[in-house]
């Protein structure tokens, strides 16, 4: 079965600081998808990044680096240069064939920005 | 390009009732699926449906149900409400190639409340 692990329910992080989300994840598949999303207090979700299991770089997206660990199956997320409006839900995801493709989602982490 | 359309924002419904619950993906976006969420269980995935198919099914009563038009809009239906159905029902549009799916595109999401 397929598992994602978000270990941190709270995370608290100094304006401009750098932040690494935990995510860990667990899957049979060779062949599989990871992404992290952001929810606001507005309630919509934003998709952030993406990383392939056979892509050889971490992916980056701005401010957004994923650090990408296929050995020991973890996909953290790294903010760097915090601002303010990063307070927010963070949650991880997989999709892989092993329950037909679905995405699945991690418990989420909430971010709080310090001024 | 408008992003993913969902209506009604929200709905106060009584137990016993049914609900019908709208999403408009983005134009181009072909696979549509549903989530709910609620604090306690996270995001829970509902269904996804491709090209008017549901391709795949969370592990909900057959109360709930789907399916999606020709436009690639999604409808779904909760019957015969119960308490334990109050949520936060979000929709994700997504863009597959060559069976790779490049990240969800998410709705504001439908909050629904039971009494």
């Not at chain 2, 016993?16 to 306690?40: A, E, K, N």
């Amino acid at each position: 079965a397929q598992k994602i692990t978000q270990t941190q329910p709270g995370m608290f992080v100094q304006e401009k600081e750098a932040v690494t989300l935990d995510c860990t994840y667990d899957t049979s598949d060779p062949s599989y998808g990871l992404f992290w999303y952001k929810q606001p207090s507005s309630g919509e979700m934003i998709f952030l990044i993406y990383q392939g299991s056979y892509d050889q770089q971490n992916a980056t997206e701005g401010r957004y680096s994923l650090n990408f660990q296929k050995a020991r199956k973890s996909a953290n997320l790294v903010i760097s240069a915090s601002q303010l409006g990063d307070s927010a839900m963070y949650f991880c995801a997989m999709r892989g064939h092993t329950g037909g493709f679905k995405t699945i989602f991690g418990a989420g982490t909430r971010l709080f920005v310090k001024a | 390009k408008a992003g993913v359309t969902q209506t009604p924002r929200y709905l106060i419904k009584t137990r016993g009732q049914q609900v019908t619950l709208s999403c408009s993906p983005i134009s181009g976006h072909r696979s549509v699926s549903w989530y709910q969420q609620t604090p306690g269980q996270g995001l829970q995935f509902l269904f996804e449906y491709f090209s008017e198919t549901q391709r795949n099914k969370g592990n909900f009563p057959g109360r709930f149900s789907g399916r999606q038009f020709s436009n690639s809009r999604s409808e779904m239906n909760v019957s015969t409400l119960e308490l334990g159905d109050s949520a936060l029902y979000l929709c994700a549009s997504s863009y597959i190639e060559q069976g790779t799916n490049y990240g969800y595109t998410f709705g504001s999401g439908t909050r629904l409340t039971v009494v």
